[in-house]
T-cell receptor
Framework: AQRVTQPEKLLSVFKGAPVELKCNYSYSGSPELFWYVQYSRQRLQLLLRHISRESIKGFTADLNKGETSFHLKKPFAQEEDSAMYYC???????????FGTGTRLKVLA | EADIYQTPRYLVIGTGKKITLECSQTMGHDKMYWYQQDPGMELHLIHYSYGVNSTEKGDLSSESTVSRIRTEHFPLTLESARPSHTSQYLC???????????FGPGTRLTVL
């Protein structure tokens, strides 16, 4: 079955601390994974895609096919990182996206 | 400006009413999607479209219907609203050859 799991509903860290938001997936095909972010009162927007292997706003995410994971990391959290983060899997056969349940990140001063 | 628009942004309506949620995009994208999202919860795909005259049901069973008569327009209709339809509805689009989805601001629907 195709599934995306984000085990933490809420993650609270202090400003300057490292952050890791977990994402695991289940998919028989070649996965294409994304992280989307939703800041307060803003629309959902793309943060990262695994294909581009880029760092956006200090965040990085590496696809680990052996562990079927795509964890989002940032070495030093900032208050403006507080938001809702969704991991998403694109299923190329059906052109659909499967979203995880989301993790709310709170960065405390 | 190229964007994706949803109207209304907020709607409070009584049980049994027929409603249409509008979604338009000026980005020239072929693929469009409707998601249902309860606050702080995951997004559930309810409908999607590959292009004009193409519509498919998503993974979440929904009593809504959609149409795609024009590339830029993908309205969602509820023939008879019920309290269980209370939720946020997100519209998204994706260009051919790209896998990034662009989301609209959402419509928050409350059915009394």
């Amino acid at each position: 079955a195709q599934r995306v799991t984000q085990p933490e509903k809420l993650l609270s860290v202090f400003k300057g601390a490292p952050v890791e938001l977990k994402c695991n997936y289940s998919y028989s095909g070649s996965p294409e994974l994304f992280w989307y972010v939703q800041y307060s009162r803003q629309r959902l927007q793309l943060l990262l895609r695994h294909i581009s292997r880029e760092s956006i706003k200090g965040f990085t995410a590496d696809l680990n096919k052996g562990e079927t994971s795509f964890h989002l990391k940032k070495p030093f959290a900032q208050e403006e990182d507080s938001a809702m983060y969704y991991c998403a899997l694109f299923t190329s056969g059906t052109y659909k996206y499967i979203f995880g349940t989301g993790t709310r990140l709170k960065v405390l001063a | 400006e190229a964007d994706i628009y949803q109207t209304p942004r907020y709607l409070v309506i009584g049980t049994g009413k027929k409603i249409t949620l509008e979604c338009s995009q000026t980005m020239g994208h072929d693929k469009m999607y409707w998601y249902q999202q309860d606050p702080g919860m995951e997004l559930h795909l309810i409908h999607y479209s590959y292009g004009v005259n193409s519509t498919e049901k998503g993974d979440l069973s929904s009593e809504s219907t959609v149409s795609r008569i024009r590339t830029e327009h993908f309205p969602l209709t509820l023939e008879s609203a019920r309290p269980s339809h209370t939720s946020q509805y997100l519209c998204a689009s994706r260009p051919t050859g790209g896998n990034e989805q662009f989301f609209g601001p959402g419509t928050r629907l409350t059915v009394l």
